[in-house]
């Protein structure tokens, strides 16, 4: 399994976006880059301008997760300004498969997230088609809460749906993670770690962001070692 390092750019200072990331664009996997409308969660964010403006900035892939209530609209959108990934909520959509399928025509990575309210069983039928399963761990729309521990069961039920249907996404895990919880997340399974606060509010975040992959690489090894 290949541990990815995800900082999302909600900690960030949004004034000097371009030069944030690109401190830590040699350590990290992607940017995570959250969307939000005021319609879907209680917060405002950012959305096709400033995806805009970070491609021209950085050459780092750009992981958008949108918690907005038209990800139809702004999803394809969002590819077409250089996005190499878009995660939605599909409880918004009436046919999130037509979505995942519209989306994939258009070069893009897919992924799908369910809230800490939300079973596995919300995404099942989509996710034989998407790339990604996002398992939030904590209510989304805002940085800096603390990590929900009793959402990481549903990292292990969907590592175990995988297995046993011989899927192929990768699991990201968002909220409250840092070097105190990214190992439950990584012993569970979990392979994408987003990172707001733990790394934007460290005084060293290329530190920051390499000890968490530390913790995860490790916490993911000794998990293998135990299922010999
Ligand atoms: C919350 C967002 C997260 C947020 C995580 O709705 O989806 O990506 O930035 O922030 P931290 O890591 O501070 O919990
Ligand atoms: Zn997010």
Redesign the pocket.
């Known amino acids: 399994m290949q541990v990815r390092i995800a900082p999302?750019i909600?900690?960030a200072d949004f004034a000097r976006l371009g030069a944030e990331v690109e401190e830590l664009a040699a350590d990290v996997d992607m940017i995570?880059v959250?969307v939000?409308d005021g319609h879907y969660?209680p917060n405002l964010t950012l959305g096709p301008p400033v995806v805009r403006s970070l491609r021209a900035a950085t050459t780092t892939m750009l992981d958008c997760?949108l918690?907005i209530t038209d990800p139809s609209v702004y999803a394809p959108q969002l590819l077409e300004l250089g996005a190499e990934s878009v995660t939605f909520h599909p409880e918004v959509e009436d046919d999130p498969l037509a979505l995942v399928h519209r989306l994939h025509e258009l070069g893009g990575r897919v992924g799908v997230a369910i809230k800490p309210a939300h079973e596995l069983s919300l995404v099942t039928e989509l996710l034989p088609h998407v790339d990604m399963l996002l398992v939030?761990t904590?209510?989304?729309?805002?940085?800096?809460?603390a990590?929900r521990a009793d959402c990481v069961r549903k990292v292990r039920e969907a590592v175990d749906w995988r297995t046993r249907m011989g899927a192929g996404f990768t699991i990201q895990v968002?909220?409250?993670?840092?070097p105190d919880t990214i190992e439950q997340a990584a012993s569970a399974g979990a392979d994408t770690f987003?990172?707001?606060?733990?790394v934007f509010g460290a005084a060293d975040r290329v530190a920051a962001v390499r000890e968490l992959r530390r913790r995860a690489v490790a916490a993911a090894a000794l998990a293998r070692t135990g299922e010999r």
């Open positions: 999302s909600l900690s995570h959250d939000m969660v997760h918690m939030m904590v209510e989304p729309g805002f940085g800096g809460q990590f968002d909220g409250g993670i840092g987003v990172a707001g606060s733990s």
